[in-house]
């Protein structure tokens, strides 16, 4: 059995997020859910709230042998702004900041490495603001939560907002989809 690792990534809403990440070859599960706070077993309410310091991300099981966790990063930073505090989009909050959270101190030097990559490159007008911090603990979202653009895909939101990030992932990494697009 293939060995498999763990990325926690917060990019703005994770309904989007995870419909992005799903399309790529390696990665075997895309869970939505909340880290980065205080309160423990979060509800989306209480998220929503901004009372528990969690931000929504989605926790992806990948095969780094079919994808580099390196690589995924740098998915992560082009299918979201990381360049704008607690906002991606109309989206506003803390909950919806860029956050890596790492699980190794190996995460967290490939994390340092990647944010240089891209503001080096110019991919972004502005500094990047993600911040990279360790995992303390993940908490899954609702069942409502899981798959929502799959069981959803006339939703509205989600046509705004998860349709162009998975146009730009499919743009961008045409050689890491599961299937050609």
């Keep these: 059995m293939a060995e498999t690792e763990i990325a926690i990534l917060g990019g703005g809403c994770f309904w989007c997020t995870e419909a992005a990440f799903l399309e790529l070859r390696g990665v075997t599960q895309v869970v939505s859910g909340y880290a980065g706070g205080t309160t423990e077993n979060?509800?989306?309410k209480q998220v929503?709230?901004?009372t528990t310091g969690h931000a929504e991300v989605v926790e992806i099981t990948f095969d780094p042998f079919i994808l580099s966790y390196a690589d995924l990063?740098?998915?992560f930073f082009t299918i979201?702004?990381?360049t704008t505090k607690n906002r991606q989009?109309?989206?506003?909050?803390t909950q919806y900041r860029s956050i890596i959270l790492t699980t190794n101190d190996a995460q967290a030097e490939t994390a340092r490495q990647i944010i240089a990559e891209f503001g080096a490159n110019g991919a972004w007008p502005d500094p990047i603001v993600t911040e990279v911090e360790p995992l303390r603990i993940f908490w899954p979202a609702e069942?409502?939560?899981q798959n929502?653009?799959?069981?959803?895909?006339y939703h509205g939101y989600c046509n705004a907002v998860a349709v162009p990030k998975i146009a730009k992932l499919r743009k961008a990494f045409a050689d890491k989809l599961r299937r050609p697009s």
């Design 42 to 44: 979060p509800t989306y």
């Design 48 to 50: 929503c709230g901004h």
């Design 73 to 75: 990063l740098r998915v």
């Design 80 to 82: 979201h702004d990381p």
């Design 89 to 93: 989009g109309n989206d506003i909050g």
């Design 143 to 145: 069942a409502e939560h």
């Design 148 to 153: 929502f653009f799959a069981r959803n895909p």
